[in-house]
């Protein structure tokens, strides 16, 4: 079973471990993605996931969620952006990777939020995904559409006919578009929840 995001900040609000386990887990790729695309070192992802995770957590306790101050994904995209700005900022002496600049507004870094938001999306339905298909259904999967190995070098490598490398695909996109259509439904809802 899965829980909205809308139960996990209540329960984080809540002082529950269990909500901030759940909150962590969803939202530490998203953190640790943007930390290695604006050039922070991998020894430092960690000092960046603990700078997010805490100023979130103070600031839970009196987050409300207020449709005309915006979505969850603009707050905490905003709360990403400046824990990314503070960290470099502190480690400006130290060698940190400028291979991708960050912006130099927090607006400039919005317009590519969207995108990073998207591709968590994606990854929180695809995890789910995992957990209602076989091993083998997966790795058809992953070879075709994930690594894009034509299906009739799948079924060769698996030994399997191409119709049921067909099946297996078919089945796992249509299952993955359901659970990111859930996803957006749940964010486009939240309002109600929060």
């Known amino acids: 079973m899965f829980t909205t995001r809308a139960h996990i900040i209540a329960g984080v609000k809540q002082g529950d471990n269990m909500s901030w386990y759940q909150f962590r887990e969803t939202y530490r790729p998203l953190i640790l993605h943007c930390a290695c695309r604006y050039g922070i070192p991998p020894g430092e992802y960690g000092e960046i996931e603990q700078d997010v995770l805490i100023t979130?957590?103070?600031?839970?306790?009196?987050?409300?969620?207020?449709?005309?101050?915006?979505?969850?994904?603009t707050y905490f995209g905003k709360l990403i952006y400046h824990?990314?700005?503070?960290?470099?900022?502190?480690?400006?002496?130290?060698?940190?990777?400028?291979?991708?600049?960050?912006?130099?507004?927090?607006?400039?870094?919005?317009?590519?939020?969207?995108?990073?938001?998207k591709r968590h999306l994606y990854g929180q339905a695809l995890a789910r995904v995992?957990?209602?298909?076989?091993e083998a259904e997966m790795a058809v999967f992953d070879s075709v559409v994930l690594k894009g190995i034509s299906p009739r070098i799948c079924a060769?490598?698996?030994?399997?006919?191409?119709a049921t490398?067909?099946?297996?695909?078919?089945?796992i996109k249509a299952a993955l578009r359901a659970h990111v259509a859930m996803l957006q439904k749940e964010e486009e809802n939240e309002e109600e929840s929060l």
């Open 130 to 134: 995992r957990t209602e298909f076989s």
């Open 83 to 117: 824990c990314i700005v503070s960290h470099r900022r502190k480690h400006q002496s130290h060698d940190v990777s400028l291979d991708h600049e960050l912006p130099d507004t927090v607006d400039a870094f919005m317009s590519a939020w969207d995108e990073e938001w």
């Open 156 to 162: 060769k490598e698996k030994s399997i006919s191409l």
């Open 165 to 171: 490398v067909y099946n297996y695909s078919n089945r």
């Open 56 to 73: 979130f957590f103070k600031a839970s306790k009196n987050f409300e969620y207020s449709p005309e101050k915006g979505k969850f994904r």
